[in-house]
């Protein structure tokens, strides 16, 4: 009777569908196969035999029955030397799921080019990230900042070239002038042909006669960079701005992206509820009760409003067009919401008290 345990072997629960399965064993079989750096024979060995138990319904629930499977000479699984259970190259392309990290584990394997014969990734340069602090009305009507950041940059001096100023370029050796290299990879799915970048032009295919001085050819340089970054008007805390290629740049490839991380300051009064500003506004017992008209100061000049007769504690009194401005929409804002808080007085003198009596009669 077997021993060893192919669902825990493989990761997944005894309820797993073929396609969990199959899932599992592809990252388990990529992670582990002899020709990957890092690989463990043993261990590939072992997940190649769970998945050819596995994925065959037959042997699969005769080993859920026995613990094992036969062929009529006792137990039964795979060896090292094919993956059976139907296993070819073309179930990696038809396969529906995130490869994740698959992607990494290929890159060492080819090269950085596909197992299927694909070019190589494109380079990209790294993505970075800041934080900026603003103020409530800066977050509300928008403002720009200037930030001395440290990146990697393209060389000014020879437009990310890496020849020197004035210099011609020659055609690479190495690749021919074709900037790709051509190999021939044996892998774990047989032989396969990849193509990838060639690593002494970055697939420009010619090379400078003459290196660039301020980056020794590299067409790249550590520098520190102002950046003007413009925060429009409506920005919530905590909101992520993407700056297209203002990240750190990369010999042959293309510019990574700056994120910034906006964190809005609180304010005294006003707070911020979704596209409207909301503030809480005390008014005498006697304004409630007889309606008036009072003047607020908002974050854009003096607001009007007008207090009904009998308002009572709690009420919201709304304001069109006086809230937040619609990020995505032009001269279009929010309301301005108020909330009224009747301030009762502690003490009353007699004529006060008088005529509270009065309306106390009258049943108010």
């Known amino acids: ?17 073929k396609e969990e399965i199959k899932k599992a064993f592809y990252k388990l079989a990529a992670k582990y196969h002899p020709d990957k750096k890092g690989g463990d024979e043993a261990k590939f060995k072992e997940v190649n035999e769970a998945y050819q138990v596995l994925s065959d319904e037959k042997k699969r629930k005769e080993y859920d029955t026995y613990g094992q499977t036969f062929n009529g000479q006792g ?16 179930d990696f392309a038809n396969m529906q799921f995130d490869f994740g990290d698959l992607g990494d584990i290929f890159g060492d394997m080819f090269g950085g080019a596909s197992p299927f014969g694909g070019q190589s990734r494109a ?21 720009e900042r200037n930030v001395l950041i440290s990146k990697v940059s393209t060389c000014k001096t020879c437009t990310g070239t890496g020849a020197k100023k004035g210099t011609k370029m020659k ?51 550590s520098s520190r960079e102002e950046i003007n970054i ?15 290629q203002m990240g750190e740049a990369v010999a042959g490839g293309t510019t990574g992206d700056l994120y910034v991380k906006i964190n809005v300051q609180s304010h005294k009064v006003w707070k911020r ?7 809480t506004h005390e008014i005498k017992l006697s304004d409630a009760l007889l309606g008036a008209k009072h003047t607020i100061e908002g974050l854009d000049g003096k607001i009007e409003i007008d207090i009904p007769v009998g308002a009572t504690h709690g009420e919201i009194l709304r304001v069109r067009g006086r809230g937040v401005p619609h990020i995505h929409e032009k001269n279009k804002r929010g309301d301005v919401l108020v909330k009224l808080s009747i301030a009762m007085p502690k003490k009353l003198s007699k004529k006060a008290m008088a005529f509270i009596e009065g309306l106390k009669e009258e049943g108010l």
Not at 75 to 90: C, T
């Open 1 to 17: 009777m077997a021993t060893k345990d192919y669902y825990n072997l493989l990761g997944v629960d005894k309820n797993a569908s």
């Open 75 to 90: 137990p039964q699984a795979g060896g090292f030397g094919g993956f059976g259970g139907g296993f070819d190259a073309s």
């Open 123 to 143: 380079k990209r340069g790294r993505d970075i990230s800041l934080e900026l602090d603003v103020t409530f009305n800066e977050s509300i009507f928008g403002t």
């Open 171 to 221: 055609t690479c050796t190495t690749c021919n002038g074709q900037g790709k290299i051509h190999e021939v990879k044996k892998t774990f799915m047989g032989n396969f042909q990849s193509v990838r970048n060639c690593d002494i032009c970055r697939g420009v295919g010619k090379v400078p006669e003459e290196k660039c001085h301020d980056c020794r050819g590299n067409g790249v340089v």
């Open 230 to 244: 413009k925060v429009p008007a409506g920005i919530s805390n905590g909101e992520m701005m993407r700056m297209s």
């Open 273 to 279: 509820e979704g596209t409207d500003l909301s503030i």
